[in-house]
């Protein structure tokens, strides 16, 4: 109901809301000539012992201050944040 209202004031002041595109980063370039790394676990994600198998992700945050990267790698035996 609030929204019916709101749209009808807004129409009657002439203000019309903003739609931004979102955005969207593009941070891969497939199209290269440098080697692959071999897939050496090979979806077996169960270690025998620590230190055998880990993971790793990066991404970024946007802040107003700019990107804040973030980092983590996983061992995969304890399922522990290692770095």
Same mark, same amino acid.
């Given at each position: 109901?609030?929204?019916?209202?709101? !749209?009808?004031?807004?129409? #009657?002041?002439?203000?019309?809301?903003?739609?931004?595109?979102?955005? @969207?980063?593009?941070?891969?370039?497939?199209?290269?000539?440098?080697?692959?790394?071999?897939?050496?676990?090979?979806?077996?994600?169960? !270690?025998?012992?620590?230190? #055998?198998?880990?993971?790793?992700?990066?991404?970024?945050?946007?802040? @107003?201050?700019?990107?804040?990267?973030?980092?983590?790698?996983?061992?995969?035996?304890?399922?522990?944040?290692?770095?």
């Amino acid at each position: 109901m609030a929204r019916i209202k709101f !749209a009808r004031l807004m129409a #009657q002041e002439g203000i019309k809301s903003v739609h931004r595109k979102k955005y @969207r980063l593009h941070t891969t370039v497939s199209k290269h000539l440098l080697s692959i790394a071999e897939n050496m676990v090979e979806q077996n994600f169960n !270690a025998e012992a620590p230190n #055998q198998i880990w993971a790793s992700d990066i991404s970024y945050i946007p802040t @107003r201050e700019g990107f804040v990267y973030w980092s983590v790698i996983l061992d995969f035996y304890s399922r522990k944040i290692v770095g």
